[in-house]
């Protein structure tokens, strides 16, 4: 077996050498010092027997479907009753109708300029079927190089539907310079260079095609762009709670402050009823800032899965909060974090931000955090994680998981 050219090309990144490393030890094949050697031990791996060439096609599978890639995911309601879609037969027929096959590798189909489906697996739990993911395609031409002609190329996409929860999640890999082309009478495919493809513009027409042809509406792109919002807050709240250690201080200087706050408020005839809570919950914000910007131990904020080093939000007046954290530093030591998080604790909303996330293994990438930047396309009514690094599935599942459980 031959693996695509499109899956071996260094720049796409779909076969990195951290999971050619791993696949070698796994089955005994020995090392790879660069990745054209380690590839060609896979490729010889899989003609020596049919469960070896199954083998790598499902790894070959994984590395596509995983990766770096912009994940969009939105809620959708179904124009019929929910369990004709719970229903195998439903899918058997949707199957048929498309042509899909159900053990098609990423390796095995080929494709056109058109969007098709290439395979499907199907999910079941307590008898009914819980989720279907879909295996999408089309070829483009990719200009990278511009000193090389224009090249023929797939692009898988996967799309899975959660039948119980009603959300669609939709990956897709990011590239630049990619076309739409058109082929000749003579075979000659001729590139369309004002028509160039973004991961954005696919994402409407993969919509499109599985509503469509599946039967389901969008939620309202307000509603579900709100959920979205509440779900990032909650992510965004769960990974900087106050440590223990910060909380202890501030609580040391609990009776001092209520006599500050009885003091100021008896001498300037402010309304002890109405601002005392307010007062006292601005004050410990302000000695929660000054205590952990000058903490020394900065570790303290990294002890969840991921910690924020970015995010974006908008109050009920529309003032917008932005801030940022350079490097890999949590916006807890950033004094400006403080400044806002009364404005981001009230609202419980978050437009976006970028996490900072660790591996669950980190023996072939490094301790070093991988970066995920979560935002709202507010006019698609979708949320999307883009992985500017190459993740693998469980690390992808620890973070996205996580979002759509609040959905």
């Known amino acids: 077996m031959k693996i695509k050219l ?54 070959i599978d994984q590395c ?49 300029n058109i969007l098709d489906y290439k395979g499907i697996s199907i999910n079941k739990d307590s008898g009914s079927i819980s989720n279907i993911c879909i295996v999408m395609s089309f070829s483009y031409l990719d200009a990278t190089n511009s000193h090389e002609h224009p090249v ?24 630049n310079k990619i076309y739409v082309y058109t082929t000749d009478e003579n075979g000659i495919n001729n590139i369309n260079y004002d028509k160039k493809i973004s991961c954005d513009k696919i994402i409407n027409k993969i919509i499109k095609k599985l509503s469509l042809d599946i039967g389901f509406t969008q939620m309202d792109e307000g509603q579900i762009c709100n959920e979205i919002e509440e779900a990032y807050y909650k992510i965004l709240d769960e990974i900087t709670k106050t440590p223990d250690i910060i909380k202890q201080k501030i609580v040391e200087f609990k009776d001092v402050n209520i006599n500050y706050i009885k003091n100021m408020l008896a001498n300037t005839q402010i309304p002890e009823s109405k601002y005392f809570n307010l007062i006292q ?98 006019t698609k009514g979708m949320g999307r994680l883009r992985f500017l690094e190459y993740v693998e599935e469980e690390d992808i599942q620890n973070v996205l998981s996580r979002i759509v459980s609040i959905l």
């Open 64 to 112: 596509t479907r995983e990766g770096i890639k912009h994940l969009y995911f939105t809620k959708v309601s179904f124009n019929k009753d929910d369990t004709l879609y719970k229903s195998e037969l439903f899918w058997k027929e949707f199957s048929h109708k498309h042509n899909i096959q159900n053990d098609i590798h990423i390796n095995e189909y080929t494709d056109d």
């Open 281 to 378: 919950s601005d004050l410990n914000i302000l000695l929660e800032k000054f205590i952990s910007v000058s903490y020394p131990d900065k570790e303290i904020f990294k002890d969840s899965y991921a910690f924020p080093i970015k995010l974006v939000a908008t109050d009920s007046e529309d003032t917008k909060v932005e801030e940022t954290a350079s490097g890999y530093q949590p916006l807890q030591t950033k004094a400006a974090f403080y400044d806002h998080k009364k404005i981001i604790s009230e609202e419980k909303r978050c437009e976006g931000m970028t996490l900072a996330a660790y591996r669950k293994n980190s023996i072939y990438y490094g301790k070093t955090p991988f970066t995920i930047r979560c935002d709202l396309l507010k």
């Open 152 to 175: 023929k190329e797939s692009y898988p996409i996967f799309a899975e539907l959660d039948i119980k929860k009603r959300i669609l999640i939709v990956r897709l890999k990011s590239k």
């Open 6 to 59: 499109f899956l071996k090309k260094d720049t796409n990144n779909y076969i990195v050498m951290p999971k050619i490393q791993k696949f070698l030890k796994e089955n005994n094949l020995g090392s790879a010092d660069f990745r054209g050697q380690g590839l060609n031990k896979i490729e010889d791996f899989s003609n020596t027997s049919d469960e070896a060439k199954e083998k790598v096609n499902i790894w």
